[in-house]
């Protein structure tokens, strides 16, 4: 099993749905981890740190879930300029690396 | 600005002639990584560095040397360098364990 696993998609949603992606990772006592954007070949952007408790961010929710090992982004209302691939990245504890999903693709469709 | 600079963007050489991506930020990081990006196998981790003077093995070092000699700055030595290493690679630096910054990364190919 990778240590971080994500669905390759594309998903291919119309402008206006609302999308979700999960990333399941196999290090339970895993501390940190995060949501980038990655446009086609350019480097990865920060989207959102998931904390515990879970976060928002305009159209953007963050929540993991320990229990069963995996952390999930929800766009609202989605826009063509969301189309992009999402990635998810965990910093095991104990670790000082970064190990990241391959990344699930979204089409947003006009 | 705070940024995460890389050079070459580009770079086309030949197997087993040495070359040095440069890796420069600007944000008092301690943390620095280096990444490859394949596709259908996402992000590798190839070195990390914790500070000055400390580096550990990612999860694809071989081939690949790096050092640390000041905070700012990473490179990535390929002592030479074969096709399997042509890769888009990313630097990337971070306060440990928080979000990390990418550089805009440098396409590799190894002919």
């Known amino acids: 099993r990778k240590e971080v696993e994500q669905d390759p998609g594309p998903f291919n949603v119309p402008e206006g749905a609302t999308v979700a992606f999960n990333c399941t990772y196999s290090?339970?006592?895993?501390?940190?981890f995060f949501w980038y954007r990655q446009d086609c070949r350019k480097e990865p952007k920060l989207l959102m740190s998931?904390?515990?408790s879970g976060n928002e961010d305009g159209r953007f929710t963050a929540q993991l879930n320990r229990a069963s090992q995996y952390i999930s982004l929800l766009i609202r209302d989605s826009k063509l300029s969301d189309s992009a691939t999402y990635l998810c990245a965990v910093n095991p504890s104990g670790t000082y690396k970064y190990i990241f999903g391959t990344g699930t693709r979204l089409k947003v469709l006009a | 600005e705070a940024q995460v600079t890389q050079n070459p963007r580009y770079l086309i050489t030949v197997t087993g002639k040495k070359l040095t991506v440069t890796c420069s930020q600007n944000?008092?990081?301690?943390?620095m990584s280096w990444y490859r990006q394949d596709p259908g196998l996402g992000l590798r981790q190839i070195y990390y560095s914790m500070n000055v003077e400390v580096t550990d093995k990612g999860d694809v070092p071989e081939g690949y040397k790096v050092s640390r000699k000041e905070k700012r700055n990473f490179p990535l030595i390929l002592e030479s360098p074969s096709p399997n290493q042509t890769s888009l690679y990313f630097c990337?630096?971070?306060?440990?364990?928080?979000?990390?910054?990418f550089g805009p990364g440098t396409r590799l190919t190894v002919t």
């Open positions: 290090n339970s006592a895993s501390q940190s």
């Open positions: 990337a630096s971070s306060e440990l364990g928080y979000e990390q910054y």
């Open positions: 944000m008092n990081h301690e943390y």
């Open positions: 998931v904390y515990s």
